[in-house]
Nanobody, 122 residues
């Protein structure tokens, strides 16, 4: 298990940018693939992006491709989500999660952060 804490959420106008951060505890961070998910009010949690253990593989949900970038720093036990060209439909609580495999399925992620709110105004 790994403990995860997200930060960096906030209120931003449409077209703006935010960078979310996720700090992981433990000495085995580089053993995990990492992902970002989001959940809007009244909707199910959905996959946003994932990155493999070394960062060589990155997957994105179609609606964020070209706008969001996931990255990680294994020396600092950090994973990031840079979000550009934000849209009101990106408004959600964003969660960081850890998995033993690179995957898009929420059920494959075993550790989750508490979430950080992102609100995009039109």
């Amino acid at each position: 298990q790994v403990q995860l804490v997200e930060s960096g959420g906030g209120l931003v106008q449409a077209g703006g940018s935010l960078r979310l951060s996720c700090a992981a505890s433990g000495r085995t961070f580089s053993s995990y693939a990492m992902g970002w998910f989001r959940q809007a009010p009244g909707k199910e949690r959905e996959f946003v992006a994932a990155i493999s253990r070394t960062g060589g593989i990155r997957n994105y949900e179609d609606s964020v491709k070209g706008r969001f970038t996931i990255s990680r720093d294994n020396a600092q036990n950090m994973v990031y989500l840079l979000m550009n060209s934000l849209k009101p439909e990106d408004t959600a609580v964003y969660y960081c999660a850890a998995s033993l495999i690179i995957t898009r399925a929420a059920n494959d992620f075993h550790s989750w952060g508490q979430g950080t709110q992102v609100t995009v105004s039109s």
